[in-house]
Every structure is written in C-alpha cells, then in structure tokens.
C-alpha cells in the first residue's frame, strides 16, 4: 500500500509545485477502480508518473520542472486513457480530483505521515515490522 502525501511548505504551497495535482488525480482514480485489471488504475497511474521517461527524465522530474499546470493535467488524462479509463470516466475522475472527498481523503493521509507515522524522509517504508526513512534495495527486503 501507499500514502499519498505532498509535502506542503504552507498552506496551499508544496515542495514540489504540482505534487498535490498528481496526488488527487491518484486519488481520484483510487475511487474509481478498473474492472479486470490485474494493477488497479491508481497504481497504474503511479507506475507511469514515476517510471514513464522522457529525454533521461522519469515523468516526476518532468513535472516536477514544469511551471505550466494544465501541461501535467493534460498528462495525467492522457495517461488515465491509456490506463483503460474510458473518456466519461477521465471525466469523472477529473472532477473528482477537485472534490471535497478527495481533498478530506488527502488531509487524513497527511495526518496519518505527519503524527502517526512521523515520517523523517521521503521515502518512507515500513516492512516487517521495521521502519526505513530512505529507499530500500530490493534484495534487502527480501
């Protein structure tokens, strides 16, 4: 499982400037799952954003360096159709990402990280009964 979690500097204002973009669109199609799908379509969309490359860069750096917001949503729309979303459902899920249950889902998400967890790095793993606040090699897991 994950939490999603922007890291806000102040209200309204994140680390990286369109992390809260990308986490409602994740959000949202986490409430919208995909029928017959092996991967549901939340993960699949975290699956793009985070290994899909472009020119040396993986599709977070890419946003991450994007000023233009409707360039990253125009992104995640594209990536939710090649998901299987049908084009009502990218819909639906575009107007759930602005939604209040989005937003409340995200809030409690934060709480979560920020007092239960308590998280010192992103990322953050917690795997078998151990905590790791950095990225975890595989064959360390095991």
């Known amino acids: 499982t994950y939490i999603l979690y922007p890291i806000e500097l102040w209200e309204e204002k994140y680390k990286f400037p ?3 973009l990308m986490a409602s669109y994740i959000e949202a199609a986490k409430k919208l799952p995909l029928p017959n799908t092996k991967l549901s379509g939340d993960w699949q969309l975290l699956e793009k954003i985070f290994s899909d490359s472009k020119d040396g860069k993986t599709m977070q750096e890419i946003f991450n360096a994007t000023e233009d917001a409707t360039i990253v949503k125009a992104q995640l729309l594209e990536y939710l159709k090649q998901i299987g979303y ?3 459902q990218v819909v639906t899920i575009s107007n759930l990402s602005s939604s209040d249950e989005v937003k409340e889902s995200l809030k409690a998400q934060r709480k979560i990280v920020n007092e239960q ?3 010192r790095k992103i990322p953050t793993i917690l795997f078998d009964g151990r905590r790791y606040d950095r990225v975890v090699d595989a064959e360390k897991l095991k």
């Open 18 to 20: 369109h992390s809260y």
């Open 86 to 88: 049908s084009e009502e």
């Open 117 to 119: 967890i308590r998280t």
